[in-house]
């Protein structure tokens, strides 16, 4: 991960934003921007700095290199104050992400119906949508009754996979039931978090299929 801030102070935000959507415009396909993210300073009136991320250096650099990136940014200088500054930043830890605390606790539910502390909020809402039927269940109990009535024994995790949101992540899980006739799920959750906790987790499900179900799917689509 490589990120470059541009701090620069204007009066003239719509006209900035146009020079900006322009330059998206003629760079698509070409830019190697990941993602921008635009942040307005609290203690300076009219002051913002750009955030934007790209998967390495020589990404930034070949972003850097085209021709309409420096046509933009000699036009966005006429809109500007002042001087604009830039910060090139290049990830070397990540020593802490809540995210990644809440996956891990996310997927044990998952597995053993247990509701951690602080997983979910008291009113949190599951929109859980399975083939040809979709329900709403309230609360954290509501989901753990569920999934023990589906199986009292228990899930293994096969896979997993995590993508952090803007406003929370989403997790990718596929399993296999703990009891005398094991099956099989696949599970996309996309969750959002408020205050630390799951607020409303929204989960597509392919339903539970048995052993010759998941036999076929591997024989058709020769997964491992």
Same mark, same amino acid.
């Given at each position: ?21 322009? @330059? ?108 040809? @039927? ?38 990718? @899980? ?42 076929? @799917? ?7």
């Amino acid at each position: 991960m490589f990120i470059q801030l541009v701090t620069l102070t204007t009066t003239k935000l719509d006209e900035l934003n146009k020079i900006d959507e322009g @330059w998206r415009q003629a760079t698509a396909g070409r830019s190697t921007l990941l993602r921008e993210r635009v942040f307005a300073d609290r203690d300076r009136p009219n002051t913002y700095t750009s955030v934007c991320e790209f998967a390495s250096y020589d990404e930034a650099m070949a972003n850097s290199a085209l021709p309409e990136t420096a046509e933009a940014a000699a036009a966005i200088a006429t809109v500007c104050d002042g001087p604009i500054t830039f910060a090139n930043l290049e990830l070397v830890a990540e020593p802490s992400d809540r995210r990644a605390e809440i996956a891990e606790r996310f997927v044990s539910f998952l597995e053993t119906a247990e509701v951690a502390d602080g997983l979910f909020t008291d009113d949190v809402v599951v929109d859980l949508n399975v083939p040809h @039927w979709q329900l709403q269940l309230v609360g954290p109990e509501a989901s753990a009754a569920m999934l023990r009535e589906d199986s009292p024994e228990g899930w293994r995790t096969e896979s997993r996979s995590v993508v952090p949101t803007a406003a929370g992540l989403i997790v990718e @899980w596929s399993g296999h039931s703990l009891g005398a006739e094991p099956r099989y799920c696949r599970q996309l959750a996309t969750l959002e978090i408020v205050g630390g906790r799951v607020a409303r987790a929204t989960v597509y499900c392919t339903g539970n299929w048995d052993a010759a179900t998941f036999a076929q @799917w591997q024989a058709e689509t020769r997964q491992p």
